[in-house]
């Protein structure tokens, strides 16, 4: 693949350009078992420099896209090769092309009934080559999972897009990851919702300033205490910085 990974405080993060984004998703495709694409942002990539699940899902991911401008700034900041920054929608937007134009298929897990009924008639309008072959609901009772598992496992899609009512995240798809055949998972927590029409994507050029924070904390408040892990994760990097000199 056309990536180069790159290590910022401990935790791998990929350079990976956009024009070289389809072949790297076809390579993907190409290889055997369970893949895994990641959108980091800032506050998981502190929280992959613990000892837990999501760092070692994050160590075996095949392909780790930077959703936060602090990750490029850092980078810049230690002298690494600076990767890009990708908008999650637009990356998962980019990555259904590249299976629609190559006549795939992908499977949804995740948000509500409706919600998920109205994504699909929207996704099947926009990429008309694109197989969707099956979908199931997030929030499900735990005793139905062995049943989501076998259908995606027959079904055998090139992606399952999992989106909001998936307690684990990312990590859902790192503990299940032997019990598939060969599948790339990628979690977008507003991608069904966005497709439905029923959540607001970022604007365009508040993303491109890095202000989307901004809309998490109007959603959630107690999101303006992030501003201490985020002046955590300044002093890291001046501490590295200092150390290699």
Request: glycine share 4%.
């Amino acid at each position: 693949m056309a990536v180069q990974r790159i290590n910022l405080l401990g935790v791998p993060v990929d350079v990976c350009r956009p024009e070289d984004l389809e072949s790297t998703i076809l390579e993907l495709m190409a290889k055997p078992g369970t893949k895994q694409i990641v959108f980091l942002s800032i506050w998981n990539l502190l929280k992959a420099r613990r000892q837990n699940d999501y760092a070692e899902c994050i160590r075996n991911a095949d392909l780790i896209l930077p959703v936060s401008k602090s990750i490029l700034k850092g980078a810049k900041s230690l002298k690494l090769a600076v990767p890009v920054r990708y908008n999650p929608f637009d990356a998962v937007i980019s990555i259904m092309s590249v299976l629609d134009a190559h006549y795939k298929s992908m499977y949804f897990l995740g948000s509500r009934k409706v919600m998920l009924q109205s994504a699909e008639r929207h996704v099947r309008d926009t990429f008309p080559k694109l197989q969707i072959v099956g979908r199931y609901v997030g929030y499900y009772p735990k005793p139905i999972e062995k049943d989501v598992i076998q259908a995606i496992y027959k079904s055998s899609p090139s992606l399952v897009l999992l989106c909001d009512g998936i307690r684990e995240k990312d990590v859902w798809a790192y503990h299940r990851r032997n019990q598939f055949s060969s599948s790339i998972f990628l979690y977008y927590r507003d991608a069904i919702g966005i497709f439905s029409e029923r959540v607001h994507r970022v604007n365009e050029e508040t993303f491109k300033r890095g202000h989307e924070i901004w809309i998490e904390i109007l959603r959630n408040p107690f999101k303006i205490f992030l501003i201490f892990p985020y002046m955590w994760y300044k002093l890291l990097l001046l501490y590295t910085r200092l150390r290699k000199k």
